[in-house]
């Protein structure tokens, strides 16, 4: 079953459309398997670990819901991606070889706006569910971060950093959009959380252009 997209992917797929061309090239089925005997294995454990993961190694599988244009690929970070959990996958190696993704900023996001991930995170099976459980043991109370805190929350950490492995593994090149990056329309900065809401013309057009820029950085980094 295919997962419902949120108001603001199906806004922003229509504005990348209005542009560019669509592909369905890309597998979007990703699994941990496709990392074992890889460069990358290390870093994957690694991150497991830190997440505290209780299987001598991951397997996992799902499904990365892109939007697929040609020669590159967009995902949209709404605030479920923006945590304690995830801040920790970013503190990995793996991402000092991505010049061209702001690892420092999402670290910023993910302390500054982890009660707005609290504030839709908290239900099942955003918070924990049986595959979480099975990786990261049994979560806490809903809302509470003490201790085990949110297996859910763990879980879609560690398929964004799977996934940010196996792009690159795959030569896929990837760019998340953080919700709460800012874009300056009609000398307002606001951020994408709000500008994909109900975006008119000259909010489609900011994005196209920021878009268009963080393309060109994609192909910084050495594949």
């Known amino acids: 079953m295919q997962e419902k997209k949120s108001i603001r992917v199906q806004n922003l797929s229509r504005i990348l459309l209005s542009k560019y ?12 398997a496709e990392l074992k005997g890889a460069f990358d294995e290390k870093l994957c454990l690694d991150t497991y670990e830190n997440l505290e993961g209780k299987k001598p190694f991951p397997e ?7 939007l697929e244009f ?3 690929c967009i995902l949209l970070d709404e605030a479920i991606h923006f945590n304690r959990y995830r801040a920790k996958t970013l503190r990995s190696a793996f991402y000092a070889k991505l010049s061209s993704f702001p690892a420092m900023k999402y670290r910023t996001y993910c302390r500054k706006y982890e009660m707005e991930c609290m504030k839709t995170g908290t239900s099942n099976p955003s918070w924990t569910n049986v595959e979480s459980e099975y990786h990261f043991g049994a979560s806490q109370q809903s809302g509470d971060l003490g201790l085990s805190g949110s297996a859910g929350w763990k879980m879609t950490a560690f398929k964004d950093f799977l996934a940010d492995l ?6 896929i090149r990837l ?4 919700v709460w990056e800012d874009l300056m329309v009609n000398k307002n900065l606001k951020k994408f959380n709000e ?3 109900s975006p008119g013309s000259q ?7 920021y878009v268009e820029r ?10």
């Open 175 to 178: 760019l998340r959009i953080p």
């Open 203 to 209: 909010e489609t057009e900011q994005i196209l252009k």
């Open 195 to 197: 500008l994909l809401m």
């Open 70 to 72: 040609g020669r590159f």
């Open 60 to 66: 996992i599988t799902f499904n990365v819901p892109f």
């Open 214 to 223: 963080k393309i060109v950085g994609l192909y910084a980094d050495d594949f």
């Open 21 to 32: 061309i669509p592909a369905e090239e890309i597998n979007r089925k990703f699994s941990s």
């Open 166 to 171: 196996i792009c690159r593994q795959r030569k």
